[in-house]
């Protein structure tokens, strides 16, 4: 079984910066997909970013290209979501899930394990 701890939600300003923290446990990652999805109040929950564990193959949403990167920390086994120039439409529940299959999706149903989640709030 697989646990996804997320950490680092807040409320910032519009064109601040946060850093989410995802620690993934109880499982080998190599063959991993490691995802971020986000889900606003009343909206479904949508695909941000995601890196393939094994060789740090990082995709992106078009609304976060160039704003956010996602990373790997092997040593550690965490997940990180750095997001700069936030903006108020981010304001969103952030959820850490992982794939069990080296092949992107950015379908939430083809994900196998979620975090808890952590909110981000940017007011304007």
């Known amino acids: 079984q697989v646990q996804l701890v997320e950490s680092g939600g807040g409320l910032v300003q519009d064109g601040n910066s946060l850093r989410l923290s995802c620690a993934a446990s109880g499982h080998t990652f190599s063959y991993y997909i490691m995802g971020w999805f986000r889900q606003a109040p009343g909206k479904d929950r949508e695909f941000v970013a995601a890196?393939?564990?094994?060789?740090?193959?990082?995709y992106y949403a078009d609304f976060v290209r160039g704003r956010f990167t996602i990373s790997r920390d092997n040593a550690k086994s965490t997940v990180y979501l750095q997001m700069n120039n936030l903006k108020p439409e981010d304001t969103a529940v952030y959820y850490c899930?992982?794939?069990?299959?080296?092949?992107?999706?950015?379908?939430?149903?083809?994900?196998?394990?979620w975090g808890q989640g952590t909110q981000v709030t940017v007011s304007s």
């Open positions: 899930t992982a794939r069990s299959s080296p092949l992107l999706s950015r379908n939430p149903n083809e994900y196998d394990f």
């Open positions: 890196i393939r564990w094994s060789d740090g193959t990082a």
